[in-house]
């Protein structure tokens, strides 16, 4: 059975940072690409960062580049988004999933419960 439950969300004001966390279980974590998404009030889900099997390559949305760093830990089944210079349009509920392929679609059709996190002074 799948499962992947983010943490690390919150409340920060502008400009501040937060990491978030993956926890993956029920697949062979270290086979598959893996991604952040996140939804904001109103809006669709969106892809905000990708990373192959062993890290090597990453790809963002533009909205975060510069500002986002996603990174894993094969050992520990964890995908990590370190998030610097956070901005108000942030704001959103975080998820992550595998992806069938790098930069290809989501592979798993249930997520996990997300992390919110808000940006606010």
């Known amino acids: 059975q799948v499962q992947l439950v983010e943490s690390g969300g919150g409340l920060v004001q502008p400009g501040r940072s937060l990491t978030l966390s993956c926890a993956a279980s029920?697949?062979?974590?270290?086979?598959?690409?893996m991604s952040w998404y996140r939804q904001a009030p109103g809006k669709e889900r969106e892809l905000v960062a990708e990373i192959t099997t062993a890290g090597g390559s990453t790809k963002y949305a533009d909205s975060v580049k510069g500002r986002f760093t996603i990174s894993r830990d094969n050992a520990k089944n964890t995908v990590y988004l370190q998030m610097n210079s956070l901005k108000p349009e942030d704001t959103a509920v975080y998820y992550c999933?595998?992806?069938?392929?790098?930069?290809?679609?989501?592979?798993?059709?249930?997520w996990g419960q997300g992390t919110q996190v808000t940006v606010s002074s």
């Open positions: 029920g697949f062979t974590f270290s086979s598959y690409a």
């Open positions: 999933n595998a992806l069938a392929y790098y930069t290809g679609p989501p592979r798993f059709g249930s």
